[in-house]
């Protein structure tokens, strides 16, 4: 083991992620004294992103200071390595103090007015405006281990313009289905030229996801970035919550069985599917 690759502080310990932010005997005081020994779980969770994915579980102050912390820690860390300079434990804890107190102040200002109440999704499907296309999207579990996704795309007139099937052998969660269904709607619209797009689904988490473009480090976020770097294709895309009796086209279309593992219709959608696109129509004509 070479100097550089050794603990800045113990100078025995092989300086890792984890015995940097945690293990060192330096910086387990700072952990303790912050009240924050919960965090330091990394006997249950050895990868990083794992174990900082688990803070979710923690309240919010807990995951603050732990937050302000690791900043601290590795600005501490470069100190000592670069300049040469130590930083006392009470300072540390001070400044870590100081930031969680300015965020506080920060999100109060920005967040602390009253949100406004977010409209009740609709029940039916509902035709876009004149010059988007809205694209909707589904998946369905199989016992028998297959995941169907259903897509199709309408106009302002209720017109479809296409619509797609495509199943895997694969045991996802409903939620990593729909996420596959919300990826395989964004690329059909990519490879169909279409420019304004608005992607509705019944899976209300999955949309209110999109609509925040929050992800973090999880199997299911990097789906979600999937999706959101395809979006940077069309000039404009927007995300709808329907309930599920307003999603029945693309429900109905991802339990159908396509010759092969996808099959694509233009202009046109199955005939078994065609009369829950004339009921869709007609309920907005009433």
């Known amino acids: 083991m070479s100097e550089d690759d050794k603990c800045p502080w113990c100078l025995t310990e092989t300086e890792t992620q984890s015995h940097t932010f945690f293990s060192c005997t330096v910086v ?10 919960k965090l330091v779980r990394v006997d249950e969770f050895p990868d990083f992103k794992d174990l900082i994915e688990a803070w979710g579980s923690e309240n919010l102050k807990t995951q603050q200071r732990g937050a302000a912390l690791l900043w601290l820690i590795w600005e501490r860390r470069n100190n000592k390595v670069f300049n040469n300079k130590e930083t006392p434990h009470n300072v540390v804890l001070m400044r870590m103090a100081n930031l969680v107190e300015d965020y506080d102040k920060y999100a109060k200002r920005i967040y602390g007015c009253k949100a406004p109440k977010a409209p009740k999704s609709p029940k039916v499907w509902k035709p876009p405006p004149q010059g988007c296309v809205k694209v909707n999207c589904d ?11 259903g897509v199709i795309a309408q106009n302002h007139k209720g017109e479809v313009l296409f619509a797609g099937v495509k199943r895997y052998k694969a045991f996802w969660s409903p939620k990593l289905a729909e996420c596959k269904a919300a990826i395989y709607a964004v690329r059909l619209a990519k490879q169909h030229g279409l420019n304004n797009v608005i992607l509705e689904s019944d899976n209300s988490s999955i949309i209110s996801r999109l609509s925040k473009a929050s992800t973090y480090l999880s199997d299911l976020d990097s789906l979600l970035d999937d999706v959101l770097d395809t979006c940077s294709f069309f000039d404009f895309i927007s995300w709808s919550h329907v309930k599920r009796e307003g999603n029945f086209v693309a429900h109905h279309l991802a339990r159908i069985i396509p010759y092969g593992v996808e099959q694509i219709w233009a202009n046109c959608c199955p005939n078994d599917i065609s009369p829950y696109v004339l009921m869709d129509n007609s309920s907005n004509n009433e």
């Open 139 to 149: 998946a369905t579990l199989n016992i028998e281990g297959w995941v169907g996704l």
């Open 28 to 37: 387990r005081d700072l952990w303790a004294a912050a009240n924050c020994e």
